[in-house]
């Protein structure tokens, strides 16, 4: 089966600027996941979608950060405006229902925040 | 929230020989313990999992044990070899939390 599918794989901006990150999940995974995963650390969770609703955005920066997964498939991820910690690799991930389902993930965008 | 801590940061072992890597978690209501293997630039990969009802579960080279009293779980690998050189997560899922929440990683390195 196809996996999970992300773009761009590298982006660079500066500071202030404006990103967005798309994700196409799985074909049939109800629930999606954007990580954040600074160099050195482990994929932290900023939001998880059940279809198209919310069910966690504990870890998000709502501040900056919006994501929003219209039609329950493909899924947005957007900073504005970037700061330079948000440097990081930025994983999407799918599973089927949250439930004992495994995560596969895409194999992420790389931004560089200059 | 779940706090998930992982030990060693970095192993080095002999090609052929044992490598294992540890974790503990906070959250006594987990029930769900992933292991995911990430190479250089490349996605994470679930590599095997447990649950709590179970305490050990072995994949051919890879097997997993979890200690529900002690809250910690660990991965084995025997005969490695040098395509087992990546970095390890481990993870945690709370039971009615849907959210993995991951240690902060093992790089594992193969030495020929």
């Known amino acids: 089966e196809a996996g999970v599918a992300q773009s761009p794989r590298y982006k660079i901006i500066e500071k202030r600027q404006s990103v967005a990150f798309w994700c196409n999940p799985i074909s049939g995974h109800a629930t999606l996941y954007w990580y954040q995963q600074i160099l050195g650390q482990g994929p932290k969770l900023l939001i998880q979608?059940?279809?198209?609703?919310?069910?966690?955005d504990s870890q998000l920066p709502k501040d900056r950060f919006s994501a929003e997964r219209l039609k329950g498939v493909d899924s947005t991820l957007k900073i504005q405006p970037a700061k330079l910690e948000d440097s990081a690799v930025y994983l999407c991930?799918?599973?089927?229902?949250?439930?004992?389902?495994?995560?596969?993930f895409g194999a992420g965008t790389r931004l560089s925040v200059l | 929230g779940e706090n998930v801590e992982q030990h060693p940061s970095t192993l080095s072992v002999q090609e052929g020989d044992s490598a294992v890597i540890k974790c503990t978690y906070s959250d006594s209501a987990s029930n769900y313990f992933p292991w995911y293997k990430q190479e250089l630039g490349k996605r994470p990969q679930l590599i095997i999992d447990?649950?709590?009802?179970?305490g050990e579960k072995k994949d051919q080279r890879i097997a997993v044990t979890l200690n529900k009293t002690a809250k910690h779980f660990s991965l084995h690998i025997t005969e490695t070899q040098p395509e087992d050189s990546a970095v390890y997560f481990c993870a945690a899922r709370g039971f009615g939390n849907e959210k993995l929440t991951f240690g902060t990683g093992t790089r594992l390195t193969i030495i020929p």
């Open positions: 447990i649950r709590s009802n179970v």
């Open positions: 979608f059940q279809n198209n609703g919310v069910v966690d």
């Open positions: 991930a799918s599973s089927l229902s949250w439930d004992g389902n495994i995560q596969y």
